[in-house]
């Protein structure tokens, strides 16, 4: 049975103080066991949330890095700088990342396979736009999706990944997937997985859904066959509702 994850994308969000106080008041109420956790705050954050986190059942991820380990690439930064200041996780792909700073689908895969090699588990998102879905188009874009992220990744690889399908139209947006349609490009997901890899590896396989998720759709949307907890996005800027969340995942 997949344990579930749940990780909270803070975004371009927070400062110092309210970062660090973020951390410790959701460290100080997280589950100790039945889910997984993870807080994702920005770059500039990432060594005093660690420290805050330190001892607690929440581990530290980041929001985004580059495939290179180093070199002339002025403002970004490598897996094994993250891996350094103690994340574990690595958000790759993001809608955001892909829409608004224009990464590809090829890039993308080559984020997932520094991440790797640098020693970190490489969240993957992704989804559609919302003149993607009305044209029939979900899983043409998300099957595309998955397999430039995946492309070479081995089986050796494959369970360190987590997959995010968060539809581009439910983020932010207030709308959410209904939990049938959540569940079937969950269930498509894994279907195609099973394709690249094997029954068991896609069983195994962790997709979490994002999308406007909160303390009030999150037990529904968990409670379908194939969703394995959620990338959270603005609820998980205060405790107490990314807590709420993290219990429905339970």
Same mark, same amino acid.
């Given at each position: 049975?997949?344990?579930?994850?749940?990780?909270?994308?803070?975004?371009?969000?927070?400062?110092?103080?309210?970062?660090?106080?973020?951390?410790?008041?959701?460290?100080?109420?997280?589950?100790?066991?039945?889910?997984?956790?993870?807080?994702?705050?920005?770059?500039?954050?990432?060594?005093?949330?660690?420290?805050?986190?330190?001892?607690?059942?929440?581990?530290?991820?980041?929001?985004?890095?580059?495939?290179?380990?180093?070199?002339?690439?002025?403002?970004?930064?490598?897996?094994?700088?993250?891996?350094?200041?103690?994340?574990?996780?690595?958000?790759? /792909?993001?809608?955001?990342?892909?829409?608004?700073? #224009?990464?590809?689908? *090829?890039? !993308?895969?080559?984020? $997932?396979? %520094?991440? @790797?090699?640098?020693?970190?588990?490489?969240?993957?998102?992704? /989804?559609?736009?919302?003149?993607?879905?009305?044209? #029939?188009?979900?899983? *043409?874009? !998300?099957?595309?999706? $998955?397999? %430039?992220? @995946?492309?070479?990744?081995?089986?050796?690889?494959?369970?360190?990944?987590?997959?995010?399908?968060?539809?581009?139209?439910?983020?932010?947006?207030?709308?959410?997937?209904?939990?049938?349609? %959540?569940?079937?490009?969950?269930?498509?997901?894994?279907?195609?997985?099973?394709?690249?890899?094997?029954?068991?590896?896609?069983?195994?396989?962790?997709?979490?859904?994002?999308?406007?998720?909160?303390?009030?759709?999150?037990?529904?949307?968990?409670?379908?066959?194939?969703?394995?907890?959620?990338?959270?996005?603005?609820?998980?800027?205060?405790?107490?509702?990314?807590?709420?969340?993290?219990?429905?995942?339970?």
């Amino acid at each position: 049975m997949r344990k579930p994850f749940v990780a909270g994308n803070w975004k371009m969000n927070t400062c110092a103080d309210e970062a660090v106080a973020l951390a410790r008041a959701i460290a100080d109420a997280a589950p100790k066991e039945g889910v997984d956790l993870a807080v994702c705050p920005p770059f500039v954050y990432l060594r005093s949330v660690a420290k805050a986190l330190d001892g607690a059942w929440v581990a530290l991820g980041a929001q985004n890095m580059y495939f290179e380990p180093a070199g002339a690439f002025t403002g970004d930064i490598s897996g094994a700088m993250l891996k350094d200041v103690g994340c574990r996780y690595v958000i790759l /792909g993001h809608s955001e990342r892909r829409h608004v700073f #224009g990464e590809s689908d *090829e890039l !993308v895969g080559k984020k $997932v396979i %520094a991440a @790797l090699a640098a020693g970190l588990d490489p969240i993957l998102c992704v /989804g559609e736009l919302i003149e993607e879905r009305e044209a #029939g188009k979900t899983m *043409e874009v !998300v099957e595309r999706q $998955v397999r %430039a992220g @995946l492309a070479g990744v081995g089986a050796d690889g494959i369970g360190r990944i987590t997959i995010a399908y968060e539809p581009v139209w439910a983020i932010g947006t207030g709308k959410t997937a209904t939990p049938a349609q %959540a569940q079937e490009v969950h269930a498509a997901i894994r279907a195609l997985l099973a394709t690249m890899y094997n029954e068991t590896a896609a069983a195994a396989m962790r997709i979490q859904y994002g999308g406007s998720v909160k303390p009030q759709n999150a037990k529904e949307l968990f409670s379908q066959t194939d969703i394995d907890g959620g990338l959270i996005g603005g609820a998980s800027l205060k405790a107490e509702s990314f807590i709420a969340i993290a219990e429905a995942a339970l």
